[in-house]
């Protein structure tokens, strides 16, 4: 039975609370700290990893979503894609330009984060879904579009704060290094959102 999105989100998932379980009492403090960090950002990648599988195995055989249909290509992926076919037709080979077409896609869309609330809508769009935000609220009681779009931002700007700046704590003369501070419980509850999260994105 093959792989699906949500199977391969899971995955991810499974691993970010694997690293909590590292977080104990005979771990060095700040290791267990970075634990933590490393769970969350391996939690929002589980999110990514949704959107790009789901994306990727967008049918291509009938018109596409417009957003999926303006994704930006490397002209070098194309001239490949039509070399191959130029090359396949003179040596009578059977040619399957649209799994090389997908294999384009799937390198393009790695470039791309679907993290925050406006890229994972971006992300839905190419998937041919809009006006999403409520129907993932009714999915997720008591939480309302906005809420769901405030939790997802703040969960997306402390993995961007601990993937791009090291979770440094920002001062305006700083005399030492600090760092955030961040809470096995605090890293928990944002996984269990995010998986129910994700969940409520595969059963749209």
Same mark, same amino acid.
């Given at each position: 039975?093959?792989?699906?999105?949500?199977?391969?989100?899971?995955?991810?998932?499974?691993?970010?609370?694997? &690293?909590?379980?590292?977080? %104990?009492?005979? !771990?060095? #403090?700040?290791? =267990?700290?970075?634990? $933590?960090?490393?769970?969350?950002?391996?939690?929002?990648?589980?999110?990514?990893?949704?959107?790009?599988?789901?994306?990727?195995?967008?049918?291509?055989?009938?018109?596409?979503?417009?957003?999926?249909?303006?994704?930006?290509?490397?002209?070098?992926?194309?001239?490949?894609?039509?070399?191959?076919?130029?090359?396949?037709?003179?040596?009578?080979?059977?040619?399957?330009?649209?799994?090389?077409?997908?294999?384009? &896609?799937?390198?393009?869309? %790695?470039?791309? !984060?679907? #993290?925050?609330? =406006?890229?994972?809508? $971006?992300?839905?769009?190419?998937?041919?879904?809009?006006?999403?935000?409520?129907?993932?609220?009714?999915?997720?009681?008591?939480?309302?579009?906005?809420?769901?779009?405030?939790?997802?931002?703040?969960?997306?700007?402390?993995?961007?704060?601990?993937?791009?700046?090291?979770?440094?704590?920002?001062?305006?003369?700083?005399?030492?290094?600090?760092?955030?501070?961040?809470?096995?419980?605090?890293?928990?509850?944002? &996984?269990?959102?995010?998986?129910?999260?994700?969940?409520?994105?595969?059963?749209?």
């Amino acid at each position: 039975m093959p792989v699906t999105p949500l199977d391969a989100a899971t995955d991810v998932m499974s691993r970010a609370r694997g &690293l909590l379980t590292l977080d %104990v009492a005979s !771990t060095p #403090q700040i290791l =267990r700290e970075d634990l $933590r960090r490393a769970a969350l950002a391996f939690g929002v990648a589980s999110l990514d990893t949704y959107m790009h599988w789901a994306i990727r195995t967008t049918a291509l055989d009938g018109p596409l979503p417009k957003k999926l249909a303006e994704l930006e290509v490397p002209f070098g992926d194309m001239l490949a894609i039509a070399r191959d076919a130029v090359t396949a037709r003179q040596d009578d080979v059977n040619h399957r330009p649209t799994v090389k077409a997908r294999n384009a &896609l799937g390198k393009a869309l %790695v470039t791309q !984060t679907f #993290q925050s609330p =406006r890229s994972i809508e $971006r992300g839905l769009q190419m998937l041919g879904k809009t006006n999403v935000w409520s129907r993932l609220a009714s999915q997720l009681p008591p939480a309302t579009a906005v809420d769901l779009k405030e939790r997802l931002g703040n969960i997306a700007y402390r993995r961007n704060k601990i993937v791009h700046e090291g979770d440094l704590t920002r001062l305006q003369r700083p005399q030492k290094i600090k760092y955030e501070q961040i809470t096995a419980a605090q890293v928990a509850d944002d &996984l269990d959102w995010l998986e129910a999260f994700i969940k409520a994105l595969a059963a749209l």
